[in-house]
């Protein structure tokens, strides 16, 4: 497994991040801790260094089982844990993203982790509430004592995400260095604002649910043959909806048809697809099973020509949202004939 830096930092980590929710049987379904440490023992054998998990995973059992298995040589590791989900539903501070929630949250995760020190804290969804300069003080605290190295957000709006990283910038404070997302064929609307705006600052941005749900691996069928799902709640929710949907089992039979053509599983078709849109991109793949992480792995050797991407881009492409699309329609206004004699590499355009 080759290495990235993670964002504009020095910091090393692997190409393949692995997400430890499934970590824990504590919500009724996941790994069990044995299932989970041949997991992350697989994923470390491959060369993976960047470990994802949160606070909220199954109950803390993920965090626990994160800290024992890194334990013997922890500073190998690159481990990422998040804050804001609530523990405890009825107490109105014990979720978001402000300093009394942070500051209690990272005492209790390195507690589970049992470290001195986070590598990358995330706050795990904007909350609506706390300002900005009340998360960016209130991380930079923890960076300059010692408990976190670097931050990262996940689940937010890129206007919000820009304020921050200016304001840290202006008063010397700590930034965000990656940004988490969810994308994957099926969901491809983050291309909007999010991903061109950490692009054009350098973040790393890691996709969560990079195989729909299960969708892209041919669990629920294709645009084909649909196979029903038995958990009534997950079809009902709203990435169910999205995952579920006829668009998304359209995208599911074009996959599976470039699967065949190449030799390979869906899942490797669609994981290969998202390392190569973008160099910054760090799929985050997660398993219930071994074997399940091995073929996730597998996808590091697939590549896809370029008759293969141009169909899979066909098959889930998105509508531009404005102003994007209307800026796409008066470049001969704004440019005259001068375009395409200047050189718009550097900035992305």
């Known amino acids: 497994m080759q290495l990235k830096l993670f964002g504009p930092t020095g910091l090393r980590v692997s190409e393949l991040c692995l997400g430890t929710m499934t970590f824990g049987e504590d919500w009724g379904w996941g790994a069990s801790k044995e299932e989970s440490e041949k997991i992350f023992h697989a994923?470390?054998?491959?060369?993976?260094?960047?470990?994802?998990?949160?606070?909220?995973?199954?109950?803390?059992?993920?965090?626990?089982m994160v800290g024992e298995f890194i334990e013997s040589d922890r500073?190998?590791?690159?481990?990422?844990?998040?804050?804001?989900?609530?523990?405890?539903?009825?107490?109105?501070n014990a979720g978001g993203n402000h300093r009394k929630n942070m500051l209690?949250?990272?005492?209790?995760?390195?507690?589970r982790l049992n470290t001195d020190y986070i590598d990358i804290y995330w706050v795990h969804a904007w909350d609506f509430l706390t300002s900005a300069e009340e998360v960016m003080r209130g991380l930079d605290d923890l960076v300059r004592l010692g408990k976190v190295h670097y931050v990262g957000i996940s689940d937010v709006p890129a206007w919000y995400v820009a304020k921050a990283n200016m304001l840290a910038e202006l008063r010397g404070w700590t930034a965000f260095a990656g940004l988490q997302l969810q994308y994957s064929l099926i969901e491809r609307t983050s291309?909007?604002?999010?991903?061109?705006y950490a692009a054009a600052h350098g973040l790393t941005t890691l996709a969560w649910s990079p195989l729909g749900g299960g969708m892209l691996t041919g669990k629920y069928g294709t645009g084909t043959e649909r196979l029903?799902?038995?958990?009534?709640?997950y079809a009902q929710s709203e990435l169910g909806r999205l995952f579920l949907s006829n668009r998304a089992y359209n995208i599911a039979e074009a996959v599976k048809e470039v699967a065949d053509e190449v030799g390979c599983t869906m899942a490797q078709v669609s994981l290969a697809w998202i390392r190569l849109?973008?160099?910054?991109?760090i799929p985050i793949i997660g398993a219930r099973r071994l074997p399940q992480l091995k073929d996730n792995l597998a996808s590091l050797q697939i590549d896809l020509s370029d008759e293969h991407l141009n169909r899979l881009e066909d098959a889930s492409a998105v509508e531009k949202s404005f102003p994007i699309d209307f800026l796409a329609n008066v470049k001969s206004v704004v440019y005259g004939e001068t375009l395409d004699r200047i050189d718009t590499r550097r900035r992305g355009y």
């Open 191 to 196: 291309e909007r604002e999010l991903i061109p």
């Open 43 to 64: 994923f470390v054998e491959a060369g993976g260094n960047f470990i994802d998990t949160a606070n909220h995973y199954t109950n803390g059992a993920s965090e626990q």
């Open 75 to 92: 500073h190998r590791f690159v481990v990422a844990t998040k804050y804001t989900l609530t523990p405890t539903p009825d107490d109105p």
């Open 228 to 233: 029903e799902t038995t958990d009534t709640r």
């Open 104 to 111: 209690r949250a990272v005492e209790e995760s390195l507690q």
């Open 277 to 281: 849109q973008n160099a910054a991109m």
